[in-house]
């Protein structure tokens, strides 16, 4: 067969297939998903946005639109989820996105050539560490403590290795569920001033807080214009219409843009009104108080489960929000070969830690656990079932 670009030889997701297909087992409880509760879809309100917006206006969503983003999107999103958070901006600060995934990858491509460095969390998000590897990028692995990443290993890495990119998820993080605080987050807007390090600030999960304070995103401390400040519209409203957005400097905004064109010309109108109109009827805080009660529950129903029945020797986070737990075995200990036996014993499922870190075998002894796909008494008696597996096998 014709051979693949050089540049995509590597790219590969067999080994996350065959994790997933291992868990294509209808009877199997499965914590390995990263996506949000179907109960929690809007239907009713994004049905009657679509029914007025096609009567409104059918010429222009149905008619191609702009590479910028749908602007009652792009005023909406300023409006409701950037100025409020402290970040300063205007219209030619933002543009929209299908999915936030394309964020990472636009402005990745906008600054790496090949062999430049990227700073990682250690973990990280498995998607965009794959992308990055797509581009050819070097990543390295920056040390993490119980509050995100630590600001003198940041900083060490910075230079030592002249990074172009530091690639940073603050709000509970995929997989950790951790948050970096506000002063660890003032340090690394600092910082990426100091030695000219882009800050991609990846926020998918910021408004699903169930409990503490909102912290102030990276990008409103951000004084010299490297900060660029990613959000998405998937786990609040819904990933199947794929509506991200991000907002940075006006000429990165511009050479995103310019790229995007390429990609796929422009995101989906009608998706886009649909997260505009949701953001200006009002719909939002609304929206939130009613799905952040069910994940609370669900996050309530895994950390007792965790605390009741796993052994003694295991670590795990404690978000405040988002959608995962993460799971410390003891070194020595091979997540991947539990998970096989887990599914085949125990019928209950997870992500095994490995695939998150630049080198694989740093979180062989760690998983990922999601709560949002299922019901309590669900997360309840798997967590029971894994807990006394754990117990047996290590
Ligand atoms: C950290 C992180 N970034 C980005 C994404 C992808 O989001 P989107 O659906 O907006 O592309 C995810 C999805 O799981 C994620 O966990």
Not at 249 to 254: C, F, P, T
Not at 304 to 331: D, K, M, N, Q, Y
Not at 352 to 375: H, I, Q, T, Y
Request: proline residues 7%; charged residues 25%.
């Amino acid at each position: 067969m014709t051979e693949f670009a050089k540049r995509v030889r590597g790219v590969s997701g067999d080994a996350i297939r065959e994790i997933f297909a291992m868990m294509a087992d209808r009877e199997l409880l499965s914590f390995g998903g990263g996506s949000p509760a179907k109960e929690t879809f809007p239907v009713d309100e994004i049905r009657a946005i679509i029914d007025s917006a096609l009567s409104r206006n059918p010429d222009g969503l149905l008619q191609y639109g702009m590479t910028d983003g749908w602007m009652p999107l792009r005023e909406a999103y300023l409006e409701h989820l950037v100025r409020g958070k402290g970040v300063r901006a205007d219209i030619e600060n933002v543009i929209t996105l299908t999915g936030s995934t394309q964020g990472m990858s636009i402005v990745a491509e906008a600054f790496l050539d090949p062999g430049d460095k990227v700073l990682v969390e250690s973990p990280t998000f498995l998607g965009t560490l794959m992308g990055l590897r797509k581009l050819g990028a070097d990543c390295i692995p920056v040390k993490g403590d119980d509050r995100g990443i630590v600001i003198e290993d940041l900083e060490d890495k910075m230079k030592r290795h002249r990074p172009k990119i530091l690639y940073v998820i603050p709000t509970f993080q995929n997989p950790t569920g951790l948050t970096i605080p506000e002063d660890r987050r003032k340090e690394i807007a600092r910082l990426a001033g100091v030695y000219d390090v882009i800050v991609i600030e990846d926020d998918p999960y910021c408004e699903l807080r169930y409990s503490g304070t909102p912290v102030p995103p990276i990008k409103s401390f951000d004084g010299s214009g490297h900060v660029v400040m990613v959000n998405s519209f998937s786990k609040t409203i819904s990933p199947g219409i794929r509506v991200g957005a991000m907002t940075a400097d006006a000429n990165i905004i511009r050479k995103a843009s310019d790229i995007r064109q390429l990609a796929d010309t422009h995101g989906v109108n009608l998706t886009q009104e649909i997260c505009a109109e949701f953001l200006n009827r009002g719909h939002m805080p609304g929206h939130l108080k009613k799905i952040t009660p069910i994940y609370e529950e669900r996050l309530a129903a895994m950390l007792g489960g965790i605390s009741a029945h796993f052994p003694e020797e295991c670590r795990f986070t404690r978000p405040e929000g988002g959608l995962f737990v993460w799971v410390e075995l003891p070194r020595g200990t091979d997540s991947a070969q539990l998970l096989k036996r887990s599914v085949a014993e125990m019928k209950v499922g997870f992500i095994p830690g490995g695939p998150f870190f630049v080198n694989p075998e740093d979180g062989a002894n760690c998983f990922r656990l999601n709560f949002s796909s299922n019901p309590p008494d669900r997360i309840a008696d798997g967590m029971e079932r894994l807990g006394s597996f754990l117990k047996k096998a290590i």
